[in-house]
């Protein structure tokens, strides 16, 4: 979910009179394809998954190029496959819902890295050594 949201529910858990626990939670799940197939999306681009496991990669279907691929660094083969809050009591007690979607939320994403990435590109033109901040 979304900062925006998150925040906004903490804020009104300290404004009850007496303490309680609550679930910070959107109570939907999207994988990390997903969120790739998302950005993709928004950008123009369309993936193609190729291979399982530790050999998946994300390949752009109009060029063959591959734009995403499991870095074995990273690669965690007894992952928890569900983690999904129930977020039923924050709307009850506090009339609270995220606002804002998981599309907002990855359009968001990409909207800021490609501001981050035509700077970099600018910089790049011009001389200057940038930092590869995205690894």
């Known amino acids: 979910g979304h900062a925006a949201d998150y925040v906004e529910m903490q804020w009104l858990m300290l404004q009850q009179d007496e303490p309680d626990d609550f679930v910070i939670a959107t109570g939907k799940q999207h994988s990390v394809k997903e969120v790739i197939e998302t950005a993709g999306k928004q950008l123009g681009i369309s993936i193609r998954w190729e291979g399982k496991g530790i050999r998946e990669k994300g390949i752009n279907k109009e060029n063959n190029q591959t734009i995403v691929a499991v870095d074995p660094s990273y690669f965690r083969p007894t ?12 709307r009850e007690k506090l009339g609270w819902e995220p606002r804002i979607s998981f599309e907002q939320l990855v359009s968001e994403m990409v909207t800021e890295d490609m501001k981050e990435a035509q700077k970099d590109n600018f910089c790049r033109q011009e001389g200057y050594k940038t930092y590869d901040h995205f690894e």
């Open 79 to 90: 992952e928890v496959d569900n983690l999904l809050g129930d977020a039923s009591k924050a």
